[in-house]
């Protein structure tokens, strides 16, 4: 079975940084694309980034220049580096990767932002 474990998030101050991490195990035939999505509390989930697997990107716009995605194929890994947060970033961010068959979906990891 394959799982998404994620992993970085936490407690930043306004203007901070900080980069997640998602890792693919198990039995993992290829992955196409792999994202980021965000959920802030009372909202719905958005898409914050994509990576396809020859590495090209897109961002929502309320990212774009501060987030950057990417992925290394041969660990089955997928990075969002986030800087200059602001405070409507706070949200539950969650990785997904999508292979011919499938749609896999992290557990989640809490971004708050601070002012």
């Known amino acids: 079975q394959v799982q998404l474990v994620e992993s970085g998030g936490g407690l930043v101050q306004f203007g901070g940084s900080l980069s997640l991490s998602c890792a693919a195990s198990?039995?993992?035939?290829?992955?196409?694309?792999m994202g980021w999505y965000r959920q802030a509390p009372g909202k719905l989930r958005e898409l914050v980034a994509t990576?396809?697997?020859?590495?090209?990107?897109s961002y929502v716009d309320s990212v774009k220049g501060r987030f950057a995605i990417s992925r290394d194929n041969a660990k089955n890994t997928v990075y969002l580096q986030m800087n200059s947060l602001k405070l409507e970033d706070t949200a539950v961010y969650y990785c997904?990767?999508?292979?011919?068959?499938?749609?896999?979906w992290g557990q989640g990891t809490q971004v708050t932002v601070s002012s």
């Open positions: 198990g039995s993992i035939l290829r992955i196409n694309t």
């Open positions: 997904n990767a999508e292979t011919l068959s499938s749609s896999l």
């Open positions: 990576i396809s697997r020859g590495g090209r990107t």
